[in-house]
T-cell receptor
Framework: KAGVTQTPRYLIKTRGQQVTLSCSPISGHRSVSWYQQTPGQGLQFLFEYFSETQRNKGNFPGRFSGRQFSNSRSEMNVSTLELGDSALYLC???????????????FGPGTRLTVT | AQSVAQPEDQVNVAEGNPLTVKCTYSVSGNPYLFWYVQYPNRGLQFLLKYITGDNLVKGSYGFEAEFNKSQTSFHLKKPSALVSDSALYFCAVRLRSGGYNKLIFGAGTRLAVHP
């Protein structure tokens, strides 16, 4: 079974621009979560989508948004980029249900975003 | 506020020796607990989880972890370390109620296994 894929793997953008990152979950997984990883703040939860609905949201400004499509693929968008948005953005997929195995999240390799 | 603490930035172990990576948590209620490992330029790999039941859980690559409710700890252990275990290890919690798939991560512990 193919793992979680994220595109692009690397991205360089300029302050003020906007960016869209894509995540394709493991086949059959309906939940996609996004995390930001930085050396200073560590791993922080951005949001989770399940069946095209945002189910949970972290403490990030409204410049960070996401969506999920009917095939469970997800995108996240960051508008008006700031230098501090430079980070590794990870997405994770899971079954999203209410049993123990559903709680396991499987992460993609990440998208490394550099804002200059 | 919910939080996860990994008190050691780095753990150094000789190959063949047992290893322990520490994790304590502070959350309301009984959380679900996880360990993940991250290799350079890679995403996180799931190692093991505690949901309920036996306090000692076994996971991938020979790792295990012990849930201690009274000490609110979930330390990661392995009886015999390998050089290939060298990586960044993250402990994470998920709330039982309303947490859905939001994971709260510790800061990470870098494990260095020396030949």
């Amino acid at each position: 079974k193919a793992g979680v894929t994220q595109t692009p793997r690397y991205l360089i953008k300029t302050r003020g621009q906007q960016v869209t990152l894509s995540c394709s979950p493991i086949s059959g997984h309906r939940s996609v979560s996004w995390y930001q990883q930085t050396p200073g703040q560590g791993l922080q939860f951005l949001f989770e989508y399940f069946s095209e609905t945002q189910r949970n949201k972290g403490n990030f400004p409204g410049r960070f948004s996401g969506r999920q499509f009917s095939n469970s693929r997800s995108e996240m968008n960051v508008s008006t980029l700031e230098l501090g948005d430079s980070a590794l953005y990870l997405c994770a997929s899971s079954l999203g249900g209410l049993t123990g195995t559903s709680y396991e999240q499987y992460f993609g390799p990440g998208t490394r975003l550099t804002v200059t | 506020a919910q939080s996860v603490a990994q008190p050691e930035d780095q753990v150094n172990v000789a190959e063949g020796n047992p290893l322990t990576v520490k994790c304590t948590y502070s959350v309301s209620g009984n959380p679900y607990l996880f360990w993940y490992v991250q290799y350079p330029n890679r995403g996180l790999q799931f190692l093991l989880k505690y949901i309920t039941g036996d306090n000692l859980v076994k996971g991938s690559y020979g790792f295990e972890a012990e849930f201690n409710k009274s000490q609110t700890s979930f330390h990661l252990k392995k009886p015999s370390a390998l050089v290939s275990d060298s990586a960044l290890y993250f402990c994470a919690v998920r709330l039982r109620s309303g947490g859905y798939n939001k994971l709260i991560f510790g800061a990470g512990t870098r494990l260095a296994v020396h030949p």
